[in-house]
């Protein structure tokens, strides 16, 4: 695997996903909240630069893994990177948006996140390797998951008992 493991961002990724696959264990809808909000931060990402900056993605030749990576992305991938990458970002959206719900739907979302994780973890450094393999886990950890609430709900409820446990506690410091 070729790249800089030891910069600041590799490390970080990784540190942040090894911290969202123990959320995920702990809590499970703030693992959701988490995975929900990191692919639809992907999306915007991938979405502005590929529009903005398209070659900037012809890096990650330089950092993959595997030869046949290397090759794709310095063949076909380099005609037509805005195409791929805006596809991947709608990807990477839709699984972020069916994340913020309980159900099939979720359940799909997870497969597919487990899938599109996997998938570019051959980038190796490009990908924050293993940072990729440890969020994929931290998904299969969330398809066990039964009792859990679509967490914008879980939000609500919990800034209401929130605000309900602040009420009691006022109204006993006036004594």
């Known amino acids: 695997m070729r790249g800089n493991i030891f910069s600041q961002a590799y490390m970080l990724s990784n540190f942040i996903a090894v911290l969202i696959l123990y959320i995920s264990i702990i809590k499970p809808v703030f693992g959701r909240m988490c995975m929900s909000l990191l692919f639809l931060g992907g999306a915007v990402v991938n979405t502005v630069i590929s529009i903005s900056h398209p070659q900037i993605y012809m890096t990650y030749a330089d950092v993959a893994a595997l030869p046949a990576y290397e090759a794709f992305i310095n063949g076909y991938f380099s005609s037509h990177i805005t195409g791929f990458v805006l596809s991947i ?29 996997l998938a ?56």
Do not use: N
């Open 89 to 117: 970002a709608v990807g990477q959206a839709l699984i972020g948006l069916a994340l913020l719900w309980k159900g099939p739907l979720e359940k799909i979302a997870l497969g597919g996140a487990v899938v599109f994780l």
């Open 120 to 175: 570019i973890a051959p980038l190796g450094a490009g990908a924050s390797f293993p940072c990729t393999v440890i969020l994929a886990i931290a998904c299969l950890f969330l398809m066990r998951e039964k009792k859990i609430s679509p967490w914008p709900l879980a939000i609500l409820y919990m800034t209401t008992l929130h605000i309900k446990s602040s009420k009691k506690l006022s109204s006993y410091d006036r004594y």
